[in-house]
């Protein structure tokens, strides 16, 4: 399997830049699945249907999210459908959605952290349960971690590792230079990064992030403007599903 894993797309301006490279990126590294973290991807916050209609129109395969995913009210019946748009595993019981993903060919699993984030359920025994539950498992298994602190990132990785192909870090926006393959054959990555603009707080307008810093009032926050920096990793695995390699695969896009 070769997965592309693209990082938290940052409203319009991510969008072009997905829809402008994935095409070429997909037919250069022969690319078999393409997963993308779109909590973001409505005006740099949320995500509504058509939208993410509009992501898989572009190629992407399945939508893992986080902590945003909920901030439209139009995508909660969406999200029960059976569209692939993921929302974490360890949110309570009856919230909409699903957080994972099951084909005969893979698996996506998305969860959330807690450490400075909500007060979920632990990510770590959702996952246990999880992976206990499902007993005919396809080989590849992807687990997006949305998640703010890199120490409870780096210990799902190590939690994961021999059980799951790969776990990818999404949330910060910030892509991390530690991709690696752990002991025992599960790939890994702090950060994906995000596909937003380059001159901006996160992918934010780098002013009004700069005006609730200075003033500590509340401002209305939008995606930034100019070249969008394209972030992602690439994951190999061999037939049972162990990573044989990992490798960022960073563009910038400056087209209109």
């Not at 690319?31 to 949320?46: F, K, P, S, W």
């Not at 007993?135 to 799902?156: N, Q, R, Y």
């Not at 700069?210 to 992602?232: C, D, E, I, W, Y």
């Amino acid at each position: 399997m070769k997965a592309l894993c693209i990082g938290d797309i940052i409203g319009k301006p991510g969008r072009r830049a997905v829809e402008a490279l994935l095409p070429e990126l997909r037919q250069k590294y022969a690319i078999d699945l393409v997963i993308a973290n779109g909590e973001n991807t409505a005006g740099g916050i949320g995500l509504t249907p058509p939208l993410a209609n509009a992501l898989f129109n572009m190629g992407i395969d399945a939508i893992t999210s986080g902590n945003h995913i909920f901030k439209h009210r139009e995508i909660l019946p969406y999200l029960d459908g059976e569209e692939p748009v993921l929302r974490p595993l360890n949110y309570p019981p009856g919230v909409p959605g699903k957080g994972y993903l099951l084909r005969d060919e893979y698996m996506i699993i998305n969860l959330e952290g807690r450490v400075f984030m909500n007060d979920l359920d632990c990510p770590f025994r959702a996952i246990d349960r999880l992976l206990e539950e499902i007993t005919s498992k396809p080989p590849f298994i992807l687990v997006d971690f949305h998640a703010e602190a890199t120490s409870e990132k780096g210990a799902m990785g190590v939690y994961l590792d021999g059980r799951v192909s790969a776990v990818v870090g999404t949330h910060t926006h910030i892509g991390t230079a530690d991709a690696r393959i752990l002991p025992r054959g599960t790939a890994f990555v702090t950060d994906v990064g995000m596909v937003g603009p380059r001159d901006s707080v996160i992918g934010d307008d780098a002013q009004k992030v700069l005006n609730r810093f200075l003033t500590q009032m509340p401002h209305r926050l939008s995606a930034g403007k100019g070249p969008v920096t394209f972030n992602a990793v690439l994951i190999e695995t061999d037939e049972a599903g162990k990573a044989v390699d990992i490798r960022r695969v960073d563009r910038e896009f400056t087209g209109q």
